[in-house]
Nanobody, 119 residues
């Protein structure tokens, strides 16, 4: 049974930083792209960042480029999202997701963690 469990969300002032973590289990972790998505109230879920299974190759939404960094530790089945220079518009529920290499759709999703940035 695949499980993705996010942690690290919370309340932070604008300009601050947070580090989100996602613990994965039940899958061949290094064979999955890992992604972070977010959903703000009243808005659709949007892509934030992703990282290739073996690490190294990353991709970011334009809105977070230069401020957020995605990384992973395959030996620990962990993926991280370091968020710096946070803005109120970054307020959302953040989700971790896993996608099998070669596929376009994400197969597994976590339950989400709330990030709130106050102005």
């Amino acid at each position: 049974q695949v499980q993705l469990v996010e942690s690290g969300g919370g309340l932070v002032q604008a300009g601050g930083s947070l580090r989100l973590s996602c613990a994965a289990s039940g899958l061949s972790f290094s064979r999955y792209y890992m992604g972070w998505f977010r959903q703000a109230p009243g808005k659709e879920r949007e892509f934030v960042a992703r990282i290739r299974g073996s690490g190294g190759i990353t991709s970011y939404a334009d809105s977070v480029k230069g401020r957020f960094t995605i990384s992973r530790e395959n030996g620990k089945n962990m993926v991280y999202l370091q968020m710096n220079s946070l803005k109120p518009e970054d307020t959302a529920v953040y989700y971790c997701a896993a996608r099998w290499t070669g596929q376009n759709e994400y197969d597994y999703w976590g339950q989400g963690t709330q990030v709130t940035v106050s102005s």
